[in-house]
């Protein structure tokens, strides 16, 4: 099940240029395309007469025509003409669905098109900021159902076993994380103070010696994280310490979409407070981040598989607090979309 009344990525802009695009999102086919401005349209992926999908067929300055007889739509999804007919009736259109670019993505609303605010879109604090800098974003699919991604972004202990070489080190095996949960999701955080910088981070903090280091780990419905790193000399950790002189601050934006119950497409981009114009320093981070993301690729394919594969009951252990959490909160809004069942008159 999913939260239909929210935001998903559907591509990366630069995917939709001036081709027709096929996507799955929660489960529905839809195409993607740019009008003659520029602007992006999505549509159901199935002509209204014989439900080839409309991605087989031709862009026509604003419209798009399908490859079988020729019917055409525009982006509001109303047909505007059919070949060798006068008359278009009114049930001659597909679903058109609100769709808006920002932060080089292209998101789309899935629900109800009249509740559709784009100020609800997942807001990037820094963006456009010129002290930060940007690693150009990417994307992958996991093979698996987007909760267990949730689950794994709630999860700040996960860098210990799964990320030794990038984003963990022996220092995160053991502190405890403090779970808080808002209107908005869940946050999984700690500090852990005196410890060594983990290999990722090095090239880019400014200090020698240990530091006191903060995993902020937030997921927001309906399954959108920030994952806040922040590196200052040991002892300076605390509420304040993003704006300390030589603090390393690392928001890595991460983007999910379901594709359908079992596969689950990932976007993610980072922003960084240091050297905001050195493109090698974008491009270390960027594939750094990637590697680490394709070491999360493997367990969580795997996690997929056992999970459908395994007979014996599982368990639930201290750190999987906040995912539980994210999973029940998420689970009363996915309820409260479905409409009332009828009520027996009698
Ligand atoms: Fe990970």
Redesign the pocket.
Known sequence: MFLCNAWYVAALDAEVEDRLLPVKVLNERLVLYRRANGEPAALEDACAHRKLPLSLGRIRGDHVECGYHGMTYGADGKCVRIPCSERIPKEARVRSYPIVSRYGLLWVWMGDATLADPSAIFPVDHWGDPEWGVTRGDAMTVHCNYLYMTD?LLDPS??AW??PDS?GNAACESTPVEVHANDRGVIASRWMRGVEVAPLYMPFVRFRGSCDRLQHYEVRFPSHALIKAVFVPAGAGNAQAERHERAFVMDSYNFLTPIDDESTRYYWFQLRNVSPSDAEASRLMGESVRS?FE??RVILNAVQKSFAETRTPHIDIAIDSAPLRFRRRLRQLIASEQPEPARDPT
């Open positions: 794994n996960h860098v799964v990320h984003f680490a070491e999360d």
